[in-house]
């Protein structure tokens, strides 16, 4: 599984749009791009996933260049409510892979 | 979309007794379930993957003897912590995907047990 790495830590405002990169060398063929957003005290969620180009859902968009090496979760108009540990991750396209954890993205969002 | 649960949410226990975590999918069948720990201020770490059916498949490092896993059906996986020590003390946490998650590798997580060794 390819390693990646991800600022330790960052801060924005309120209705802010935030974008977290993340660097991922080593991507495989048959690797995903899959961030999970973790509040204190509770699991891990999963926010979004992509193989290349653009994908967007109701909470975030992912934006990952042709080489794949690295890739940018955007938050729209961040709220306090965002506030939170952003893991990106690269996982097999296959439901019973597992997931290794890199260190995070801790994400402080003020008024 | 797929519910994970964990019971206990918390546990306070003595140094030297075991204790039983639970880990089930509520709406979905699972044959391969993960659990992880976590420890203040840092990443989750795999400890070791649950097969239904089977023996579990563990982390380098994590003790098989220490944290026994037992995934005895398609909904229930079990770690159980033996002779627990201070040092074990954590945020234990599992894992799951549903065989309907086709068209993206989604894992939902549990809601986290609190473990606290006296």
């Known amino acids: 599984l390819a390693k990646t790495t991800q600022p330790i830590s960052m801060d924005s405002y309120e209705g802010q749009e935030v974008n977290i990169t993340c660097s991922h060398n080593?991507?495989?063929?048959?690797?995903?791009i899959t961030w999970y957003q973790q509040f204190p005290s509770q699991g891990p969620r999963f926010i979004i996933q992509?193989?290349?180009t653009k994908v967007t859902n109701e909470v975030a968009s992912l934006f990952i260049p042709a080489d794949r090496k690295s890739s940018t979760l955007s938050l729209p108009r961040v709220s306090l409510s965002d506030t939170a540990v952003y893991y990106c991750?690269?996982?097999?396209?296959?439901?019973?892979?597992?997931?290794?954890f890199g260190s995070g993205t801790r994400l402080s969002i003020r008024p | 979309g797929a519910v994970v649960s964990q019971h206990p949410s918390r546990v306070i226990c003595k140094s030297g007794t075991s204790v039983k975590i639970e880990c089930r999918s509520l709406?979905?069948?699972?044959?391969?379930m993960f659990w992880y720990r976590q420890f203040p201020k840092q990443s989750l770490m795999l400890m070791a993957t649950?097969?239904?059916?089977?023996?579990?498949?563990?982390e380098q490092g994590v003790e098989k003897d220490k944290f026994l896993i037992n995934h005895a059906s398609l909904t229930l996986s079990t770690l159980t912590v033996t002779s627990a020590h201070p040092e074990d003390s954590s945020f234990y946490i599992c894992?799951?995907?549903?065989?309907?998650?086709?068209?993206?590798?989604?894992?939902?997580f549990g809601p986290g047990t609190r473990l606290t060794v006296l």
């Open positions: 894992s799951a995907s549903p065989p309907t998650s086709i068209d993206r590798n989604e894992q939902f």
């Open positions: 649950s097969n239904e059916g089977s023996k579990a498949t563990y």
């Open positions: 992509g193989y290349k």
């Open positions: 991750l690269v996982v097999l396209y296959s439901s019973a892979s597992k997931i290794i």
């Open positions: 709406d979905f069948q699972a044959t391969t």
């Open positions: 080593n991507i495989a063929t048959n690797d995903y």
